[in-house]
């Protein structure tokens, strides 16, 4: 099987955007949102993290629910085990109040994904960013919040843009259906659901630095996580489906603000 690997110990995603976002001025857009509007944001172009003056208040509080409409990609041969994956990544986000639906779309990759059987071949991240969008037009669906492409052609994960829920032209992710480090050798300790709330958490203004490796034990343990560290940290042999405090704040503030549900 061919596939796309970002290295043993790489991260999921990069903490910048595709095609020149990651020079983009970092602003307060205060002025180009409504006085109602719940999150003051920057530039959708602008994928980096918000200013600090500009960071929500903790939302410590998980009793009022920001549902959350997810698009799930998965060529037919994946079908049944993307659905299974899924489960872990819906259960992530109701247990910090962000009830999911799942909506699933079988696709078709391109041919020349598959052709190309050389060690790190396959399509890069650009191509199958390409190729998610242009299911859609360009942009995701209406009333769907993100897209996220559970795939064979990519081990890890990556996100269009931090915060990408904010443009219906970036709010588009991807990952493993079944992880291997280097494409090669399968991870026992490697959720694929995980991954995927980890992708789709960085569309909601999560980073890799908001996580911790104390918070996902001994509740991580229980549920059946066997890795200590929370939802958003970089490494995937490490991450359990537990998003800690910093994490969920961040998450649950920008589903307030954005998500359709």
Same mark, same amino acid.
């Given at each position: 099987m061919n596939r796309t690997t970002l290295? !043993?110990?790489?991260?999921?995603?990069? @903490?910048? !955007? #595709?095609?020149?976002?990651? /020079?983009?001025?970092? =602003?307060?857009a205060a002025e180009r949102l409504p006085a109602s509007h719940g999150l003051v944001d920057v530039d959708p172009e602008d994928c980096l993290q918000i200013p600090p003056e500009d960071v929500p208040p903790l939302a410590v509080s998980m009793d009022e629910k920001f549902p959350l409409e997810i698009r799930v990609l998965a060529e037919a041969r994946d079908l049944t085990t993307v659905k299974r994956n899924m489960k872990v990544t819906k259960g992530a986000f109701a247990r910090i109040g962000l009830p999911v639906k799942l909506r699933y779309q079988t696709v078709v990759a391109p041919d020349e994904w598959t052709a190309d059987t050389s060690f790190g071949g396959g399509p890069a991240q650009a191509e199958i960013l390409d190729f998610m969008k242009s299911i859609f037009g360009g942009e995701r669906p209406s009333g769907v919040d993100v897209v996220y492409f559970m795939t064979q052609h990519w081990d890890g994960g990556f996100a269009d843009c931090i915060g990408g829920i904010r443009a219906a032209d970036r709010a588009f992710a991807f990952g493993s259906v079944e992880y291997a480090i280097e494409g090669v050798v399968p991870s026992p300790t490697v959720d694929e659901g995980a991954i995927a709330a980890h992708e789709i958490g960085h569309l909601l203004g999560a980073h890799h630095h908001y996580a911790n490796c104390a918070e996902a034990l001994p509740s991580g343990a229980i549920r059946g996580d066997t890795n200590p560290? /929370? *939802?958003?940290?970089? @490494?995937?042999?490490?991450?359990? =489906? *537990?998003?800690? @405090? #910093?994490?969920? =704040?961040?998450?649950?503030?920008? !589903? !307030? $603000?954005? $998500?359709?549900?």
């Open positions: 290295g !043993a110990v790489a991260c999921f995603a990069v @903490l910048v !955007a #595709l095609a020149g976002s990651a /020079t983009g001025a970092v =602003s307060s560290c /929370t *939802t958003m940290w970089p @490494l995937a042999a490490s991450i359990s =489906s *537990t998003f800690g @405090l #910093l994490e969920r =704040s961040f998450i649950r503030s920008y !589903a !307030a $603000a954005y $998500a359709k549900g």
